[in-house]
């Protein structure tokens, strides 16, 4: 065997190698053309990449390859034979009459080669995809030799995997980004942007939270974020996601209360098909899926203790097995645990491992509820009227002074959760504008123990209220309910919901109100 055909030979191992990496595409183009010159001798080597029915030049190589060559494009209806080439998938050989016919050669007006140079043409494909073709050209007049031809197309398949990779490499990109944006646009709309709110509070007690979570969230170690309901426990484990270093990875959460307690381990650590009852696939836990990323537990008090030990062994040693399994897993996840329970007090009553208890309070943090912090509700009201305004459609909404001060000097016993259903209804009897005080009470003006005197012209019960809302909602869209410009579009709601609604205050299409019908 001759020494270039042994180097060559070489060469091609090492480009199979190399053709799997889809960042070394490349590389891959310019060692195969380089490659080649000792065995397909050549004065100008080029790849295209097509794009319709058009060839465009990616890479060239050789004596001849010049800025003419790199911005030379073919099409492919003027160049018959180039296209049979590359739809039959077959290197071809140009001779004298491909030359002399009327598509005359690939490199015309480009390049001044000699008729019946040499010449060929290697198409690229992967798969059922075409992706171009490799051109050679020398100043020599002689066909090249078939064994050279085919040679070629071997290489041309090595082109061609690289090109495939790499596409394919470039594709997956855009959508890991997509989805990147997505989540984040997802968990926005979903819990505000926690760091900012969190950042612009105006509340000493709840600066010095903010500025340990910030400390914590740049190690990897377990959190146990405790508060009354409605605090914002999540809104803190999202930020402490958002500050570390695995903001780009997922954030999985799972309510440890709303879970049946022999699901509990199934949703934490995964199945095997068969494990029980109903297990007909094999299906990934929220460990697994959180990889790389951050696992929030709510409601961690109410762990059932069979999971709290697997719980124990991966926040150790990063392995668990999932249920019905005897492999073992490894993870690197982030644990921030949550709860309104005093786990000190379930471990002293023997509820709540000790062991657990310890290796989650390494870095606990309380969240003051809100009326320890009157100075964060009015920012707080306005962030989640502005999230109601984004979720909704409707809206937007102001407070003016009377409606601030009677939501700062309210107690707030369910904390920001209960502030932000109270808007929530307000918003629903007024679609926009300004939000009267005595509609931001606790009670939202509508219970029995709402103090506040009706305004002018406003019901004071919450289903005269209501029924007020839709008699004039309904009598704006001409009693349309649905679509684009309907009542229920305007109103927020789904139109069975609105429709539900009317039956129930005795509201006609027309917009007529009666008494209740029930």
């Given amino acids: 065997m001759s020494q270039p055909l042994i180097d060559a030979t070489r060469e091609l191992r090492e480009l199979a190698t190399l053709a799997a990496e889809p960042t070394a595409v490349d590389e891959v183009i310019e060692r195969a053309l380089h490659a080649l010159a000792p065995l397909v001798p050549y004065d100008l080597a080029a790849v295209f990449s097509l794009d319709g029915d058009e060839l465009a030049v990616r890479a060239a190589t050789g004596r001849l390859a010049d800025a003419r060559v790199r911005r030379h494009k073919l099409s492919l209806r003027r160049f018959p034979t180039v296209r049979h080439a590359v739809e ?19 490199y015309d007006g480009v390049l001044d080669l000699p008729h019946g140079h040499s010449c060929m043409v290697v198409p690229l494909f992967a798969g059922d995809r075409t992706l171009g073709a490799m051109t050679f050209d020398r100043a020599l007049c002689q066909p090249y030799p078939p064994e050279v031809v085919e040679l070629a197309g071997v290489y041309g398949q090595i082109v061609s ?49 903010v500025a340990q979570a910030r400390q914590v969230a740049a190690t990897d170690a377990a959190v146990l974020v405790q508060g009354e309901t409605g605090t914002g426990k999540e809104v803190l484990a999202h930020a402490i996601h958002a500050w570390s270093d695995r903001a780009e990875a997922p954030f999985v959460k799972l309510n440890c209360a709303a879970m049946p307690e022999n699901l509990v381990e ?8 068969g494990a029980y009852t109903g297990a007909v696939d094999k299906r990934a836990g929220r460990f697994l899926v959180a990889n790389g990323g951050t696992l929030f537990l709510d409601e961690m008090g109410d762990l059932p203790l069979g999971a709290q030990a697997k719980l124990l062994r991966v926040l ?27 786990l000190a007090a379930a471990v002293a009553a023997g509820r709540f491992r000790a062991d657990l208890y310890y290796r989650l309070a390494v870095f606990p943090l309380h969240l003051p509820p809100l009326r320890d912090r009157p100075e964060d509700v009015d920012l707080l009201a306005a962030s989640l009227l502005d999230r109601l305004h984004r979720r909704t459609g409707r809206g937007p909404w102001t407070l003016d002074p009377d409606a601030r001060a009677t939501l700062a000097g309210a107690r707030w016993p369910g904390n920001v959760r209960q502030l932000a259903n109270v808007l929530e209804r307000a918003t629903i009897l007024v679609p926009r504008g300004a939000l009267p005080a005595h509609l931001l009470t606790p009670d939202g003006g509508v219970g029995p123990a709402a103090t506040a005197p009706s305004a ?20 704006r869209t001409g009693g349309r309910v649905y679509g684009k410009d309907g009542a229920a579009a305007i109103a927020g709601l789904p139109p069975s919901t609105l429709q539900s609604r009317m039956k129930k205050l005795g509201v006609g299409r027309d917009g007529a109100g009666g008494a209740p019908t029930g």
């Fill in 88 to 106: 039959t998938r077959r290197p071809i050989a140009l001779l004298d009459q491909h030359h002399a016919s009327a598509e005359g050669d690939p």
């Fill in 266 to 273: 199934s949703e934490l650590f995964g199945h095997a098909r």
């Fill in 456 to 475: 002018p012209g406003v019901p004071g019960r919450w289903e005269d209220a209501e029924r007020a809302y839709l008699v004039g909602l309904l009598a």
């Fill in 316 to 342: 150790q040693d990063g392995t668990f097995q999932p249920v019905g399994s005897d492999e073992t897993i490894r993870v690197d996840v982030r644990v921030v645990a949550a709860t309104h329970v005093d």
């Fill in 161 to 209: 995997l690289a090109l495939a990779f790499a596409e394919q490499a470039a594709a997956l990109d855009r959508y890991r980004r997509r989805m990147r944006e997505e989540r984040r646009l997802e968990r926005q709309d979903a819990e505000g942007d926690a760091p900012t709110m969190l950042e612009a509070t105006r509340s000493p007690a709840m600066a010095r939270v």
